[in-house]
């Protein structure tokens, strides 16, 4: 396995556990301590892979004062 469907794989563990209709999470806070320090991809890469994940899940998020 490759080590970005490792970080795939943590990510979709990860916002899984989150309840559904939770308020948003803050993506930059979670890539930054809870996944980024795990992984050699740039910050960039691993939150466009958060994005992604959070939105195939249905997981709400907020980048700084916005959210999705």
Known sequence: MTEQEELVQ?????LGEMPK????????????????????????????LVMQEAEALGVNYRIGSGSR
């Open 10 to 14: 943590d990510i979709r563990e990860r």
């Open 21 to 48: 209709g939770a308020l948003p999470f803050d993506l930059l806070a979670f890539v930054t301590t809870t996944i980024g320090q795990r992984y050699s991809m740039t910050q960039s890469e691993t939150i466009r």
